[in-house]
């Protein structure tokens, strides 16, 4: 994760945080502008809101990767050693993630740490940082 410049992100965690805030959040959230309505104005949350929160770098090139029409069973084993039976179109459910992947074992070989690292970076980024609607997913 350090050498994948994601070690700022290692403190956060899935919200568990206060139900009232959220659901108050939740009330005042606007998708058609993409802004909460707070009795101040409207507000958003921008790139920089979400550098300063994560510590991840916003600036530089884009990361753009272009992924061949592969086995997405053969990609899944090779950076996690293992594959979930149900991975349609490449596709995994975090809950997979982190149950198989839970804990680390202790006489783990730098490849196994490897793969685990992959799968917690997977976890993090479809279950934190870039969540969406379907909330339990993430693309391989």
């Known amino acids: 994760l350090v050498d994948a410049g994601l070690s700022s992100v290692l403190p956060l965690a899935p919200l568990t945080g206060d139900p009232g805030l959220i659901t108050a959040l939740v009330e005042r959230w ?37 992924i061949p029409d592969e086995d997405w069973s053969a990609m899944c084993l090779r950076l996690l050693g293992q594959a979930p039976t149900d991975l349609g179109g490449g596709v995994i459910r975090i809950t997979w993630l982190r149950e198989t992947f839970d804990e680390l074992p202790l006489s783990a070989s730098p490849e196994t740490t490897e793969q685990y690292a992959r799968a917690y970076a997977l976890s993090l980024m479809g279950g934190v940082l870039f969540s969406d609607r379907s909330g339990g997913s993430v693309h391989l």
């Open 30 to 66: 606007r998708p058609e502008t993409s802004t909460f309505h707070m009795p101040f104005g409207e507000v958003t949350i921008t790139l920089e809101d979400v550098a300063t929160l994560t510590g991840l770098a916003i600036d530089g090139d884009a990361v753009i990767v272009d």
